[in-house]
């Protein structure tokens, strides 16, 4: 299976992605295996986290696992990854350049987007998926609308999104949705609290699993 299907196969069946950005390599894994241990089951790392290539490595190595690597911005970051063991590639914004070196990776392309010309033109360069970022404030009347005239993007928000309204952006529409600081806040990742982050995982996945209720 390419690693593109494996990360769509993933997204569809799981529908939320862990999304880890940290300053302390330790603390992203202590956190990361926590959310793990909580039932996510797609990751991933920003390499601006110490260490981000270690850390999808190490987590690539469990086959329960499709991990990924966020903050790509250029096509040697993208090599760098994938060859850690990255499935798929999140940027915060659309480069066609990164685009196109992850499909030749053979890696899952998820562009960030903020209208709807660039959903249009990420989806036109081939990417998996279309990543919503920033928030555009309404999530769900955003997925909505774009996906009007447009259902056949995958549009996967990853800021704005939290236990409130997981179900309602899932259910407009959107292909998954991920979570950052709603699953990981700062402050618990540096003080190691991982009963806490566990505890969050649990409600942001009960939230993911009622949209379908």
Known sequence: MSSETAFTAALAQHRAVAI???????????AM????????????????????????????????????AGTVMDP??????????????????LDERVVACARALGAAAVPGCFTPTELWRAHSA???????????????????????PMPFLRILPTNGVDAANTAAVLRAGAV???????????????SGDLAAIGARATTLLTAVGSAAA
């Not at 940290?22 to 894994?29: K, M, P, V």
């Not at 040697?76 to 914004?93: C, I, K, M, Q, Y």
């Not at 081939?126 to 009007?148: I, W, Y």
């Open 176 to 190: 998954g949705v991920g979570f950052t600081t709603p699953l990981f806040p700062p402050e618990l990742v540096q």
């Open 126 to 148: 081939g990417s998996a998926a279309q990543k919503l970022f920033p928030s555009p404030g309404d999530v769900a009347a955003f997925v909505r609308a774009a996906l009007g």
């Open 76 to 93: 040697e970051t993208a090599g760098a990854a994938v060859r850690a063991g990255a499935r798929f590639l999140v940027s915060p914004v």
């Open 20 to 30: 880890m950005r940290a300053t302390s390599r330790d603390h992203a894994a202590a």
């Open 33 to 68: 295996w926590a959310a793990v241990e909580a039932g996510f089951r797609v990751l991933e790392f920003t390499v601006t986290t110490p260490d981000a290539l270690g850390l999808i490595a190490e987590f690539a190595r469990d086959g329960r696992l499709t991990v990924g």
